[in-house]
């Protein structure tokens, strides 16, 4: 399955049997109070500065979420997806519940963009999905709905198959929905992180969809969370997930090693070049 993506000059496909797609996560100013007071002073500059320095560490598409109580979300999303859009030669993700701020990025934004998100909820999907059916974009579908986010994987299940069902009834393919099993943090339930490899892993089996993660939930509350967040990244790989909202500086050389194991990198030669752009200088 491939999702396609494009910046206008630069294509990117999510892909089900390629390497991993890394979505840079640092553009949103949940527990950011630097980048929130950059985004409420109007201080763009250290946004793309943001954006630059997520692209050089090997994001391959970047997430914009502007989520700030006292701002004008649509202005901010409108005024930053022109200007990163400018800066940077990657596709983006437009983070947002608002179906009006999705749109006002969509307008200004150069390509085809991932939309983030919809959920199961009804008025999550009667708002978002013909949004993008009407531009045309590719959607990250979140497994949770009215009850929240379901403690089961067959549940879960449930939900995204709900999503991708009620897209293909509006006329969204397949290949345009990327399915978020949702990772909830193994520190308050041992059982966290296997609920949602068997929803990716039965997720693929049945549909064969692209499957998206926010993987550093998974450490939340505990010591050492780089050490965790890296097994867990390469497990869910290897259950079929595609992509990653992720920190590319902290996670990127683990991901294209998971790639290389994986036989998803021909000769190695991703993760040579991502190891010689980003090695430390100490490391033999």
Known sequence: MKTQLSSGTTDVVID???PMTMIGEKINPTGRKRLAAALTEGNYDYVVDLAVSQVEAGADVLDINVGVAEID???????????VSDAVDVPLCIDSPSPEAIIAGIEVCKG??????VNGEEA????????????DA???????DEGGIPPTAADRFAVAEKIIDRAGSLGIPLESIVIDPLVLTVGADSSAARVTLDTIRRLVAEYGVNINLGASNVSFGLPD????????????????????????????????????????????????????????????
Request: hydrophobic fraction near 45%.
């Open 16 to 18: 089900t049997e390629g």
């Open 73 to 83: 979300e649509v202005k901010v999303m409108r005024e930053l997806v022109a200007i």
């Open 112 to 117: 085809r963009p991932l939309i983030n998100s």
């Open 124 to 135: 999550s999907m009667s708002a978002i999905l013909p949004v993008v059916k009407e531009y």
């Open 138 to 144: 590719a959607v990250i579908g979140l497994a949770l």
């Open 225 to 284: 969370r780089h050490t965790l967040n890296q097994a867990f990244i390469s497990l869910a790989m290897g259950e079929g997930a595609s992509c990653a909202i992720t920190d590319a500086a902290k996670l990127g050389l683990t991901i294209r090693a998971a790639d290389l194991l994986r036989g998803r990198d021909g000769y190695g030669m991703g993760y040579i070049k991502y190891f010689r752009a980003h090695a430390p200088e100490d490391d033999a």
